[in-house]
């Protein structure tokens, strides 16, 4: 089953539109939790909005999904990767609560990692809550790097704005960069 890594009792696949009630179960559920992603419950999928994430699934110039599942084929968690062209990617990913803390978002995380560096993909980039030590220790463990927070930007539907941790991998580290010099504004 599996075409990338495997951990103790599941595998990690490339997804395609076809895993949509899986991947976006996965992620209502995740949401009603409240704390951890962007999306809020009562998550609405509207035909335009499913019709965006499934391209990113089966369009390989948009992007690309991942799915964990155990030895019966029960989904277990997901990564999809949202791409602009050869440049960067930025993710979303979330694994079902009672399956954390094994390996799961690890695994996940490395194939799609491995999947950009082949594309090949330039940066991989994700937003992070500032509060969610989960997800900032899993990238740190993967050499994500913090470059920077992005102060009261995202609404929440309870009219809170909370700030978003920018974390990113490099990957392409030999195409040179701007050869000018910052502002003295930003030294
Ligand atoms: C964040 C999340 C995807 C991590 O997945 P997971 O399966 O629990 O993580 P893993 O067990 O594979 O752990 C991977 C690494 O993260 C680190 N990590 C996991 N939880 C951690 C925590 N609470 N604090 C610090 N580090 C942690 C582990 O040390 C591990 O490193 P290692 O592989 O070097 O041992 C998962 O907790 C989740 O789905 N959370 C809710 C949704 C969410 O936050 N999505 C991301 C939004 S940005």
């Known amino acids: 089953m599996s ?9 990690v696949r490339r997804g395609s539109s076809t895993d949509f ?6 992620y209502t559920a995740v949401a ?10 009562p998550v609405e999928w509207t035909t335009q909005r499913k019709e965006a994430w499934c391209r990113t699934a089966d369009e390989e110039d948009r992007g690309a999904w991942f799915l964990a599942e155990d030895d019966a ?4 968690g997901y990564l999809a990767l949202f791409r602009s062209g050869t440049e960067h990617a930025e993710f979303a990913m979330a694994v079902a609560a009672a399956h954390r ?36 220790g899993l990238y740190l ?23 978003a941790v920018v974390m990113g991998l490099v990957l392409d580290r030999h195409s040179p960069g ?3 010099p910052d502002a003295d504004l930003l030294r």
């Open 21 to 26: 009630d899986a991947v976006s179960a996965l």
């Open 141 to 163: 463990s993967r050499g994500f790097v913090v470059e920077g927070r992005l102060r009261r930007h995202w609404r929440r539907r309870n009219g809170e704005l909370w700030d």
């Open 32 to 41: 009603a939790e409240g704390r951890w992603i962007g999306g809020e419950a």
């Open 101 to 136: 803390g094994r390996g799961v978002g690890g695994a996940v995380l490395d194939a799609a990692v491995d999947w950009c560096r082949a594309a090949p993909v330039s940066k991989v980039t994700c937003q992070v809550w500032p509060h969610n030590g989960g997800a900032l």
């Open 178 to 180: 701007s050869g000018l």
């Open 3 to 11: 075409e990338y890594a495997t951990g103790p009792g599941f595998g």
């Open 73 to 76: 084929g029960r989904p277990l």
